[in-house]
């Protein structure tokens, strides 16, 4: 392990506020296997022990660390060497076992967050047919379409699950790894606030874990990515007017939700008939 400060410190006060990382075994380098993602056997057994090694030194520093195997399988950007579903399982298969051999109580995500992008439905049921769930402890995907409305979330949710009780693993935790909105174009700020609120609500209870993308507002010029950020950005030039580190209105909201819906559980649906879709 090559020392990072930066990294070193933000893990030690993860680890000091008992709170729990999520890693996301991904990606390629020389010292590993260049296969991006690994497909030989000889490229997933290198990625597999990489992950190993992780998995043990982060138990030896104390650190409480779950895995998730890649990140949007299914999306070309996060899988250059165009593996298959079935590569994603071997490579699964091979690197459950590794983590769990050294980290047995870390869970271990596993489809890896595959995005609605691409050829979301079709990647997951193949996934279940090829046995892929019996490599993991639970289920990870990105159901959300940020240019959308929340009943397009939900209704992705609805599908989703309807998908893992077709193949038994119905009960298996389910992890949102990413979800958001970004507050561009239709989606302004005032509505970003309302649609997250909205579909954290109705997908209630289809999911275990969510990860909101994302925590900060980015320093860079492409709208759609910079606006997920529920903090403005650190920089003067690009906050737009706002204090740098400011929260946005969806930073703001999501504090009181989540005082008001502690242990709350869905009691019946309200239709929403206003033609302003931003009003709640």
């Keep these: 392990f090559t020392p990072n ?33 690994p497909k ?9 022990n990489y992950w190993k090694s992780v998995a043990d030194e982060y138990n030896k520093r104390g650190y409480n660390v779950d895995y998730e195997v890649w990140n949007e399988y299914n999306h070309i950007p996060f899988n250059k060497d165009a593996g298959t579903v079935s590569d994603y399982v071997n490579m699964l298969k ?7 051999s050294v980290s047995p109580n870390s869970m271990v995500w596993g489809i890896g967050g595959v995005t609605t992008i691409a050829n979301y439905y079709d990647w997951i049921e193949e996934f279940l047919k090829l046995g892929g769930a019996k490599y993991c402890d639970g289920l990870s995907v990105h159901p959300y379409q940020p240019g959308y409305k929340p009943k397009t979330a939900y209704e992705t949710a609805v599908k989703t699950q309807e998908l893992f009780d077709k193949y038994g693993v ?12 970004t507050s561009t174009g239709a989606v302004t700020e005032r509505r970003q606030r309302n649609y997250s609120i909205i579909a954290a609500t109705m997908m209630n209870d289809y999911y275990d874990l969510i990860s909101w993308h994302t925590s900060q507002e ?36 999501f504090g009181n939700y989540n ?22």
Excluded at 170 to 181: A, L
């Design 218 to 253: 980015l320093c860079e010029n492409t709208p759609g990515e910079i606006h997920f950020g529920w903090i403005r950005p650190e920089s003067e030039e690009y906050s737009y007017g706002y204090e740098p580190y400011a929260p946005k209105p969806v930073f703001l909201a």
């Design 5 to 37: 400060p930066v990294w070193d410190f933000v893990a030690q006060e993860i680890a000091a506020q008992k709170m729990k990382q999520i890693q996301i075994a991904m990606g390629a380098s020389p010292n590993v296997t260049i296969e991006n993602p």
């Design 94 to 100: 091979e690197v459950y076992s590794a983590i769990k």
């Design 259 to 280: 005082r008001l819906t502690k242990d709350a559980k869905n009691s019946h649906k309200i239709e929403n008939t206003a033609s302003d879709d931003s009003v709640m």
């Design 40 to 48: 030989t056997n000889a490229g997933i057994k290198a990625f597999a």
């Design 170 to 181: 119905g009960d298996m935790p389910v992890y949102y790894s990413e979800f958001g909105y």
